[in-house]
T-cell receptor, first 117, second 111 residues
């Protein structure tokens, strides 16, 4: 079974530029998450999708970050314009269908390391 | 803001010793608790989950949960150098099944 796919693996941009990340979850997984992990810290949830609907985006800086999951499968996360403090690893994760313990086990992609100069 | 607290470490133990990692959480109604291991430069991977008070054992790993005291711990027996990594505690947020992660504890196992 293929895991969570993310691209690109690395991205270097200058501040005020825009950038987009792509994620394809494990086949059949209804829930998709975008996390931001700054060096030395734990992952911080940016947005959670259930199919193509948003469950939680309370920590997404909506003035500059946007995310979509139009067909309930793959997703894109965009930053426009980027700031220096956006330098981090952006992790995509997915989890399975339904409720209960298996629903909450996250499988992570390899992440995108973003450097904003 | 729901919080998950961990000592950042590093926690240094010799090979073969027991490593004890601790985590406290603020949301009293949290129901599910997870330990993820993250090697440097890699993504987190799930190693343990626990939902009920008490101990849960899986190989060399034991997770312990005490909901009254709002803490969860991870014991690693017979620690190996390959166990050297950052261990992230994660707690579900009631109502959304959204995980909140702690900052992680770095474990160093010396040969």
């Amino acid at each position: 079974e293929a895991g969570v796919a993310q691209s690109p693996r690395y991205k270097i941009i200058e501040k005020r530029q825009s950038v987009a990340f792509w994620c394809n979850p494990i086949s059949g997984h209804a829930t998709l998450y975008w996390y931001q992990q700054i060096l030395g810290q734990g992952p911080k949830l940016l947005i959670q999708f259930q199919n193509n609907g948003v469950v939680d985006d309370s920590q997404l800086p909506k003035d500059r970050f946007s995310a979509e999951r139009l067909k309930g499968v793959d997703s894109t996360l965009k930053i426009q314009p980027a700031k220096l403090e956006d330098s981090a690893v952006y992790l995509c994760a997915s989890s399975g269908r339904g409720r209960g313990p298996s629903y909450e086990k996250l499988f992570f992609g390899s992440g995108t390391q973003l450097s904003v100069l | 803001q729901k919080e998950v607290e961990q000592n950042s470490g590093p926690l240094s133990v010799p090979e073969g010793a027991i490593a004890s990692l601790n985590c406290t959480y603020s949301d009293r109604v949290s129901q599910s608790f997870f330990w993820y291991r993250q090697y440097s430069g890699k993504s987190p991977e799930l190693i343990m989950s626990i939902y009920s008070n008490g101990d849960k054992e899986d190989g060399r790993f034991t997770a312990q949960l005490n909901k009254a005291s709002q803490y969860v711990s991870l014991l690693i027996r017979d620690s190996q150098p390959s166990d050297s990594a950052t261990y992230l505690c994660a707690v579900n947020n009631s109502g959304y099944s959204t995980l909140t992660f702690g900052k992680g504890t770095m474990l160093l196992v010396s040969p």
